[in-house]
């Protein structure tokens, strides 16, 4: 039985030795610079405020015009061609133009360029030679499924010292990613090798989930069955436990031995981010739960007086409904916006939506909620507002918690205890993601840079070991 787990852990450990080193160098290379995306605060910086004057179409005009059934949100805001509706549904998106009711699908070079300019402009970057470089489906930073709904995208070069490249949807265009020269070649050494991401393969995420989930699998194997026989073979000698090897086979020993824990629960838990719903809930509501918090509003009853007047500073106005109630919230600056329930009597202007409103929609979702409560700043199951100082409420319902975002009327996450052990396994495992380190940055930074490193040497005698055995067999 020995002689098997010998055998299984060398040939694994020769088939792995480069990944697991691979996995701990790039790890780093994450932890300080991760895979581009458009952060919330980018994405409203570069908008510009609505030009009222222009919008002659109304919310519920455009959601007709649109001839989607299922529209949850629509959302109004200026763009170098006019104000345009963008309405949502629960797997589409259709732009619609606020002057006219027209179709704002972006079709053309010209139309994208102008698009990227005003942005670019409104965030105070400088596009002395802006220029579209290309107009895809995907390429290495736009392969995550989040941009399904706004393909084929226009690929923008600002020409500036940074490098900066702008991603604008042909759906709706709005910019929906940017990256910089800088991202992009960390993300190279960081982000694609670390999840083996090339474009190529991550285009067709079932294969690359089954795929990488595999070499997860593997690799923690091998750290299993290292592990057991390292345990197994330790000797003691007056009290003290030593390796019977020699050379490099003690460095391998005894180090891995020493960092036996930190390998097998990053390695347990880097295999768990694949999980994706197999030994996990996903977080996901159910569809009685989404039916309820997703409601669709009867659009037609909008009224023109219903959603007049919209302030000359509001740069997003956006119309969704929540617990069965229509409302309106403008964003007029990154953390402030003014929130209207569309047909209540009073047409009281408030910030966020309140206690008591999120009350009567946990009471529809489930049954014995306590009352809910604001999240801590460095909460464990942290979910973050679209809106920077907006209060997120969480509800704990018997076993699931609901959290809700008061500044969008979004249900963030549904933990139920199987997500919730998921969270400390998978997050809190390989992120170090604890409260206690995240109120103190430098001391999880300096524990992550410190602990992959060993990892990454420890590696290091594992490739020596392998390519040693490896050129014995030849």
């Known amino acids: 039985m020995m002689d098997a787990l010998v055998l299984l852990h060398r040939w694994l450990g020769i088939a792995f030795c480069l990944l697991f080193a691979m996995w701990f160098a790039t790890g780093i290379v994450m932890h300080f610079v991760p895979f581009p995306s458009l952060t919330e605060t980018e994405r409203f910086t570069g908008l510009a ?7 002659a179409v109304l919310v519920s005009d455009a959601v007709a015009v649109s001839g989607m059934a299922d529209v949850r949100r629509v959302r109004l805001i200026q763009r170098s061609d006019g104000p345009i509706y963008i309405v949502s549904g629960p797997s589409r998106l259709r732009a619609i133009q606020a002057s006219d009711g027209t179709d704002a699908t972006v079709i053309s070079d010209v139309l994208a360029l102008a698009v990227a300019q005003d942005y670019a402009r409104n965030r105070g970057k400088q596009a002395p030679r802006a220029v579209v470089v290309a107009r895809s489906d995907y390429d290495q930073w736009s392969v995550p499924n989040g941009f399904d709904r706004h393909r084929p995208l226009f690929r923008v070069a600002l020409g500036d010292a940074a490098g900066t490249e702008i991603y604008v949807s042909s759906s709706t265009g709005e910019v929906v990613l940017d990256t910089t020269r800088s991202e992009r070649w960390w993300n190279l050494a960081g ?21 990488v989930w595999t070499l997860s699998l593997l690799g923690l194997i091998a750290a299993l069955s290292g592990a057991w026989v390292g345990i197994v073979r330790t000797r003691a000698r007056q009290g003290m436990a030593i390796s019977p090897y020699r050379g490099w086979h003690a460095i391998h020993h005894v180090a891995g031995l020493l960092s036996m824990m930190f390998i097998l629960t990053w390695i347990f838990s880097g295999w768990l981010s694949m999980d994706h719903g197999r030994l996990f809930s996903g977080g996901q509501m159910t569809k009685d739960e989404t039916d309820i918090a997703t409601a669709a509003l009867p659009w037609d009853a909008f009224a023109p007086a219903r959603w007049e007047p919209i302030s000359s500073s509001t740069k997003e106005v956006e119309w969704f409904g929540f617990n069965g109630h229509p409302y309106r919230r403008d964003r007029i600056d990154l953390d402030r916006q003014i929130m209207v329930e ?23 979702l489930s049954a014995n909620c306590d009352v809910p409560s604001p999240l801590g700043e460095y909460d464990a199951y942290a979910a973050t507002s679209a809106m920077p100082g907006a209060p997120v409420y969480r509800c704990k319902c018997r076993d699931v918690w609901f959290d809700i975002d008061s500044a969008t009327g979004v249900v963030l996450q549904r933990l139920d205890r199987s997500r919730r052990s998921y969270r400390w396994l998978y ?12 109120a103190h940055p430098s001391l999880r930074s300096g524990l992550i840079v410190g602990l992959c490193s060993f990892g990454l040497l420890f590696s290091l005698t594992g490739i020596v070991l392998g390519s040693r055995r490896l050129r014995q067999v030849v």
């Open 191 to 211: 982000s694609v090798l670390h999840w083996i991401y090339p474009t190529a393969l991550r285009i067709n995420w079932s294969l690359w989930d089954k795929i």
């Open 427 to 438: 997050s809190g495992l390989h992120t170090l993601d604890f409260p206690i380190l995240l």
């Open 49 to 55: 405020p609505v030009d009222r004057t222009q919008v």
């Open 342 to 364: 569309i047909d209540a009597d009073s047409g009281d202007r408030t910030g966020f939506l309140d206690l008591r409103e999120i009350e009567l929609l946990l009471a529809r």
